[in-house]
């Protein structure tokens, strides 16, 4: 056996960087921290706009096909705990490992639904601002896609035990499904949770239309579009979420528009929200300034005024670093 200790040594270092030269890992995140005066009058430090850190990467299987994982998890940054400690898993944001080829790519783990993930496209703050994002407030209220999602609670966004498909992009049509074979066994549920994607994008045009269901009944519809000329977009959506029984239902429009000018970007929002008898809005204003091409210093301003309760105002700075 002393004898061809060597030759399986040398294998064992040639085999590595055989595979490393067709794989590749990667960390990525984003770091979010700002000053702001939340909705309900109370100054404080925290993430305005979300910090997360992910480990995602790819192996080459040949043939043009590819192994491809991403693991993400969300915190806060001002305490440094996990995002819903105690009560969402520690990879909240996504657990997948799948394939990819020339057929499109199939995802399997947890993960946002194939409406979740597209939708912060037609959203100035792409749906991650907790002081100015009309999409945020407005979008999607009574669908919950995981009602027992986080250790019983509901998850607005993602679902465990999931099949996720993307397709390749045809003539500028891209269509992307979710969806889980597994019943959950919990008072209520009726089916299995689905989602569908049929989205558009050709030159300064870019439209998406979504229809989610999740494992209870409760529904949405999701039409979106985006119109960009120069440095202006302008963007516009419509949601239609309503519980299984039809007791409660909510219909949102909201109408956004960007401008970039040198290394600033000016956003401004609105939104209407028929939540069944009462009549919401949502009104906000925000300017993003680009210190490099990771670092982002904002500026945030929102103003609700919901039926129930009057006008409320949040503003906020913050600074955005990605890697």
Request: charged fraction near 20%; proline fraction near 4%; include cysteine.
């Amino acid at each position: 056996m002393r004898s061809i200790q060597p030759l399986l040594l040398a294998c064992a270092a040639a085999a590595p960087l055989s595979a490393w030269a067709q794989s590749a890992v990667s960390v990525n995140g984003r770091l979010d921290l700002g000053v702001f005066r939340g909705f309900d009058g109370v100054a404080q430090v925290g993430t305005v706009q979300r910090s997360n850190i992910a480990i995602s990467g790819f192996e080459d299987l040949g043939g043009g096909v590819k192994a491809v994982f991403r693991l993400s998890t969300r915190f806060e940054m001002d305490t440094g705990q996990s995002e819903g400690a105690g009560r969402k898993p520690f990879w909240h944001d996504e657990s997948t490992v799948g394939l990819q080829g020339s057929w499109g790519t199939v995802r399997v783990g947890r993960a946002m639904t194939a409406m979740w993930a597209q939708d912060w496209k037609f959203d100035p703050w792409c749906n991650f601002n907790r002081i100015a994002s009309p999409a945020w407030y407005l979008w999607h209220p009574l669908t919950p896609s995981d009602p027992y999602g986080n250790n019983g609670t509901a998850e607005y966004g993602r679902v465990n035990n999931g099949v996720f498909y993307d397709s390749p992009t045809v003539k500028g049509f891209t269509l992307r499904l979710s969806g889980s074979f597994e019943r959950e066994h919990e008072p209520g549920a009726s089916g299995l949770p689905y989602s569908t994607v049929l989205e558009y994008a050709h030159g300064p045009v870019a439209t998406m239309a979504a229809f989610e269901r999740n494992s209870v009944g409760d529904k949405d519809t999701f039409v979106a579009g985006k119109y960009t000329i120069g440095a202006v977009a302008v963007m516009a959506a419509y949601d239609y979420s309503r519980q299984f029984d039809a007791v409660s239902q909510s219909r949102a429009t909201t109408l956004d528009a960007t401008y970039e000018v040198g290394r600033m970007t000016l956003k401004v929002g609105y939104g209407r929200q028929r939540l069944n008898a009462d009549v919401n809005h949502f009104a906000s204003i925000g300017a993003d300034y680009a210190l490099s091409r990771r670092t982002t210093l904002y500026a945030s301003l929102g103003n609700k005024r919901d039926a129930t309760t009057d006008a409320r105002t949040s503003f906020g700075v913050g600074l955005a670093y990605a890697f």
